[in-house]
């Protein structure tokens, strides 16, 4: 049997409510790298299966709808809060492609979404994969609203 993995990173957006225009992407003001360490084994082959999204808040926020994580297997060049996603020339050789999370549904206090039918298979240096969250539409996000996305995965 292969051996099943599960990563975590959060991220904090800044205290305001700036509006997204459709492909900017969701992070800190300075722009932060996400990193899932312990993905798969070090060095190896890992099938990510799964992606999800949890927000720390009460409502779906205006506009809100599918979002765009970009892996990486080495850490990528940093991107602001709310600038256009671009993937430079020096990030090329490290991008290991993306994974669209579903539309968020409000479960209450807390919005989610997943996506379960990813097959995202990554050849690992080391044993952590590294992100930029990014949004496909346009939306009016929440004052610091944590965000925790989790990635599940398979040894190959």
């Known amino acids: 049997m292969s051996a099943l993995y599960k990563a975590e990173a959060t991220i904090t957006r800044p205290n305001d409510t700036t509006a997204y225009t459709a492909l900017d992407v969701i992070s800190t003001q300075a722009g932060a790298v996400l990193t899932f360490d312990n993905i798969g084994p070090a060095n190896g082959v890992a099938l990510i299966t799964a992606a999800k999204i949890r927000l720390d808040v009460a409502a779906v926020p205006s506009g809100m709808g599918v ?3 970009h892996l990486y297997n ?3 060049t940093a991107i602001a809060d709310n600038a256009a996603f671009n993937l430079p020339s020096a990030d090329r050789a490290k991008y290991i492609g993306s994974i669209d999370i579903g539309t968020p549904v409000d479960l209450g206090d807390t919005i989610w979404a997943q996506n379960n039918d990813v097959r995202n298979q990554v050849i690992l240096t080391g044993d952590s994969v590294y ?4 949004t ?3 939306y009016t996000p929440t004052a610091n609203a944590a965000k925790t996305i989790t990635l599940l995965a398979v040894e190959l």
């Open 67 to 69: 979002m765009r994580l």
């Open 74 to 76: 080495s850490s990528p």
């Open 131 to 134: 992100g930029i969250l990014q």
């Open 136 to 138: 496909v539409s346009a």
